[in-house]
């Protein structure tokens, strides 16, 4: 076992307290009682002023512990902590929970206590949790590292707080509603451990079905927890409440978007890119924690509602409708079902009301009708107390409907004691069961948009026409020139090189720095035409009258132009003026839209969609994605938003190309990709007219720190695609291969590979016999997070149609020491080299990321690839599994 492996710290076999008490009330004391209580575990007390603690002996220091421990917790007083850390380190200690109080938290001197337990775990290579947190407890391994002695249930729930007094409060509350947890942990200051540490080690629990993070300060490491949180999110539920910013802008803004995209909306969209879903109430936050442990989700926001009490029924509908969702209307088929269940009297209409004389028959008929109905996704089945059915008898007959399988059914048990035993038996069944209507209702919604989110994330993009590797080198050169000029804003000119670059169309424009060319520019270009003042001081033209529309003639032009002049130096005389830009007016526009890119401190760059024009800011209607995009990607961020409804057709007016539109977009990601000197961007207004968009006025700021030290994508949270990987080579027999990282857009061509393989080929990379492979398990395979796994793809051209021969494939562990391959070639292509090709080169890649070892596992039978991993330096060794491990130390 390695230094620092954070699974040993949560299972430790061996674990001492350093600041043990017997005193009773004391921090030290509560926290040995509750080692003490954990079973299965030897626990070591250790207090420099003690010989004995409740009877066993104390040791005066970790140093003078006998034996190996594999967790060390600290509750001494925040100045001894230090010294404390380093002589774990030295004495080889696995990690540490610091439960001490007294650090950044009290200001410039604890902050510099932290500062040194930081060096000392960098140069220990140990892992910290805290300082300042209440540690840990795992219910289903009866292991409580903490001095809390209100011990929860067991159950599938991890809940990760930050903050140790509402953490403790939300706990509370918890086990007050019976919520069974799989691992509460208080992260406290996270120096070390963090949250996509949690995330990376919970995701592999098997007690883990859901993951509930109350967090109020930084993330920790931003990539990790994106990376992480991508990886599990599709299997485990992420679920995060977060207090919102007071202020609505961390710094200023010198664009539209950097006005416009705050810390709140730059972290909605960072949740919902990674699939992480962001509560806005506390109390809804364990509700859906446990509705998403439970085995049906929905499939659509359309429920159906079925109530022995109308008006609660009503008051269920009302939410519902408020919130987003939508009543299912059903079919003249389910109409004839429920009429036949039903007395004539009944209200005919959803929310159903089965009225007080329902007894369990009756809700059952009516339920099963809502199950088979087309046009509904769930149901929400509520019960009051009445004299016709049990509460009990009810349950077990949803549980009964629940198990045949078929629709989300969540429930509403109003009432106290009379209820409590059938709202029991459905909880316990993992059937939601919840004390109001309104809650059942926002659940049910939390869990649709978690699904529907998913859904859109993952769902194959089309292939579009756009240049993802435009050249750039002399926008670079243009940048660093800029740079040394002092100035840190490019000119309507200097930017729109950028967008013609990365195929974003423009409205022909010139530059003049005299009437007279101005004059020659407008004749050139032909009239109507816009003046518009060019100045690095002016960030919004507008506001000092520093465009003037609608120029029709020689006359004209020349009035305007001293007009814009004069009109400017008297609204901004300091500003420096550098000319005009005359560009073709276009003097009807269909719809006018904003794309535009900001540097957010926290979380690198972002991309913002919106309605655009002058108000802009008035109108605040736009969406926040992150890059890289593609066009699924780029189809959901302007689906967000009011505008794209007009952009359909709005008013006689044509619809717009969204093909074209999302060719955009995905053009501006890949700019703002390639350019981390990028600060904040405008691209304002997209003028659309007829259908097509162009681009007629656009800004970069640019960041001097970014500049000064250019390192690729290190203002993205997402890595982008690596182009760096594609690679040209030949078969022996001359055929053209192109070796590149896989994409999400290669679903077909992957399941094309994939169906046409032999049974013996794809028992050999699956270990199974596999008949066909869903589209989730493309998902799988060819959205991958570039970060922490690789998968590199052979493709050949046979009659102008592309196709996949051949696929490997890198993962790699959480702690980032080690890689799996796996790798497959098409069965008319075996025996060619291509398979030594491609475990060649993921070797290489395992390098370059620093892993130690390189692994992969192979049937036996399989003497082909044994033989290409023999002749590539790996060593083999049968495990119980009766596969090959086969391995390559790259360290």
Request: overall charge neutral.
């Amino acid at each position: 076992m390695q230094m620092g492996d954070i699974g040993k710290i949560f299972n430790p076999g061996t674990i001492a307290l350093i600041g043990a008490r017997e005193k009773e009330g004391s921090l030290g004391a509560a926290l040995l009682g509750n080692l003490l209580s954990s079973p299965k575990r030897k626990i070591l007390a250790v207090n420099s002023s003690r010989e004995k603690v409740r009877g066993m002996p104390c040791y005066r220091s970790i140093a003078e512990v006998p034996e190996r421990v594999d967790l060390a917790v600290v509750a001494t007083p925040a100045a001894t902590v230090p010294g404390i850390i380093d002589e774990c380190g030295k004495a080889g200690v696995e990690g540490v929970v610091i439960i001490s109080s007294g650090f950044r938290e009290v200001g410039a001197e604890g902050a510099k206590l932290e500062k040194e337990i930081l060096e000392i775990r960098k140069r220990c290579k140990m892992r910290i949790i805290g300082p300042n947190c209440l540690g840990f407890i795992r219910p289903n391994m009866g292991l409580n590292v903490s001095f809390l002695q209100n011990v929860p249930e067991r159950g599938k729930i991890a809940f990760i707080t930050q903050s140790a007094a509402f953490g403790k409060t939300l706990l509370d509350w918890g086990i007050s509603a019976h919520v069974g947890f799989s691992m509460f942990i208080s992260l406290g200051s996270t120096l070390d451990v963090d949250f996509g540490d949690m995330i990376d080690f919970l995701g592999n629990d098997p007690h883990t079905r859901s993951i509930v993070i109350y967090m109020e300060d930084t993330l920790g490491d931003v990539k990790k927890f994106t990376s992480a949180a991508r990886g599990f999110a599709r299997n485990k539920p992420i679920i995060v409440l977060r207090p919102p910013h007071l202020s609505r802008v961390d710094e200023k803004g010198y664009s539209h978007t950097g006005e416009l995209a705050g810390p709140d909306e730059v972290y909605d969209a960072v949740l919902k890119r990674v699939g992480v879903i962001r509560m806005k109430e506390a109390q809804d936050l364990f509700h859906a924690a446990s509705a998403l442990c439970s085995k049906n989700h929905p499939s659509g926001s359309r429920l159906a509602i079925v109530s022995n009490a109308g008006g609660v029924g009503i008051m269920a509908a009302k939410r519902l409708l408020r919130s987003g969702g939508e009543l299912a209307k059903f079919s003249a088929n389910t109409m004839e079902t429920l009429a036949a269940a039903m007395p004539p009297y009944w209200n005919r209409e959803n929310p159903v009301d089965v009225f007080r004389c329902a007894d369990v028959g009756r809700y059952e008929r009516v339920i099963r009708a809502c199950v088979d109905d087309p046009g509904t996704d769930g149901i929400l089945v509520i019960f009051t107390p009445q004299e016709a059915a049990r509460s009990a008898e009810l349950a077990e007959m949803i549980r009964k409907v629940v198990k045949e399988g078929g629709k989300h059914i969540t429930t509403t048990w109003l009432g106290g004691k009379e209820v409590r035993e059938g709202r029991d038996m459905l909880v316990e069944s993992g059937i939601p069961a919840y004390d109001t209507a309104e809650d059942a209702v926002r659940t049910y919604l939390y869990m649709w948009n978690y699904e529907h989110n998913l859904q859109l994330q993952y769902e194959t993009p089309a292939e579009l026409r756009v240049d993802e590797m435009p050249p750039k080198n002399h926008l670079k050169a243009l940048i660093r020139q800029v740079s040394r000029e002092g100035t840190t804003v490019l000119t309507e000119e200097e930017t729109r090189k950028f967008l013609v670059n990365y195929g974003i169309p423009t409205m022909k424009s010139l530059t003049a720095c005299t009437a007279d060319e101005a004059l020659e520019c407008a004749r050139e270009i032909g009239y109507p035409v816009v003046l518009k003042i060019i100045s690095p001081d002016i960030m919004f033209r507008p506001d000092v009258g520093g465009v003037i529309t609608g120029v029709n003639s020689d006359a004209e032009l020349r009035e305007s132009y001293e007009t814009l002049l004069a009109r400017v130096r008297q609204l901004q005389p300091d500003a420096s003026l550098r000319g005009v830009t005359v560009q073709k007016m276009m003097d009807i526009i269909d719809y006018e839209l904003i794309l535009g890119a900001k540097k957010d401190k926290d979380f690198g760059t972002v991309i913002l969609f919106g309605m655009g024009g002058i108000g802009v800011r008035i109108y605040r209607d736009f969406a926040v994605g992150l890059p890289p995009l593609n066009q699924t990607l780029a189809r959901r961020l302007m689906e967000e938003t009011e505008v794209y409804k007009m952009l359909q057709g709005y008013r006689g007016k044509a619809p717009a190309d969204m093909r074209q539109l999302e060719q955009i977009l995905v053009g501006f990601s890949n700019l703002i990709v390639d350019f981390p000197e990028i600060r904040e961007m405008d691209v304002n207004p997209i003028a659309i007219r007829n259908g097509e968009a162009c681009a007629l006025d656009a800004r970069i700021i640019l960041d001097p720190e970014a500049i000064a030290r250019p390192v690729p994508y290190s203002h993205l949270v997402i890595t982008p695609y690596p182009t760096r990987l594609i690679v040209p080579w030949r078969l022996p027999d001359g055929t053209e291969v192109l070796l590149r990282p896989i994409r999400p857009e290669d679903e077909p061509l992957q399941n094309e590979m994939l169906s046409t393989l032999s049974e013996e080929s794809l028992r050999s990379r699956f270990f199974q016999t596999i008949k066909s492979i869903s589209h989730e398990m493309h998902i799988r395979l060819c959205n991958i997070d570039y970060n922490r796994e690789m998968a590199l793809v052979a493709e050949i051209k046979e009659r102008d149609r592309r196709r996949l021969i051949g696929i490997v494939r890198l993962i790699i562990e959480p702690d980032f020491k080690k890689g799996e391959f796996a790798v497959i070639v098409h069965d008319e292509f075996q025996g060619k080299g291509l398979a030594n090709k491609l475990l060649d080169m993921v070797i290489g890649i395992a390098q370059e990321k620093g892993l130690e070892e390189f692994y992969g596992y192979v049937q036996p039978g399989n003497k082909k690839m044994l033989k290409a991993c023999a002749r590539l330096g790996m060593t083999g060794e049968l495990i119980p599994d009766g596969l090959m491990k086969m391995k390559f130390m790259l360290k």
